[in-house]
């Protein structure tokens, strides 16, 4: 399984970026995705998930409202849009997926930098 993110740059305080993040090497309909961030000196924390279908998602409380997930199974790609940027959402941030048995995330992507300034 690979995982390609992409899409992070500069942006100050109060504009948008879209992630994106391409799924290859098996069926990408058929486990959930995820994105996580580190900021510097931190530890890697969740951002939000999406299920299989689209139809069911979630989000760290940080972002809620501002952020929003979705996937495109027909193109193998899932999406994080976050609006209304700030500061402390500077971090690297990765898409995610799960084994085969659904219970952990096993596979990673390479990071993005995104970086707000003030």
């Known amino acids: 399984v690979q995982l390609q993110a992409s899409g992070g740059g500069l942006v100050q305080a109060g504009g948008s970026l879209r992630l994106s993040c391409a799924a290859s090497?098996?069926?990408?309909?058929?486990?959930?995705m995820a994105w996580f961030r580190q900021a510097p000196g931190k530890e890697r924390e969740f951002v939000s998930r999406i299920n299989v279908s689209g139809g069911s998602t979630q989000y760290a409380d940080s972002v809620k409202g501002r952020f929003s997930i979705s996937r495109d199974n027909t193109k193998s790609m899932v999406y994080l849009q976050m609006n209304s940027l700030k500061p402390e959402d500077t971090a690297v941030y990765y898409c995610?997926?799960?084994?085969?048995?659904?219970?952990?995330?096993?596979?990673w992507g390479q990071g993005t930098q995104v970086t707000v300034s003030s």
């Open positions: 090497g098996r069926t990408f309909s058929a486990y959930p």
């Open positions: 995610a997926t799960t084994g085969v048995r659904r219970s952990s995330y096993d596979y």
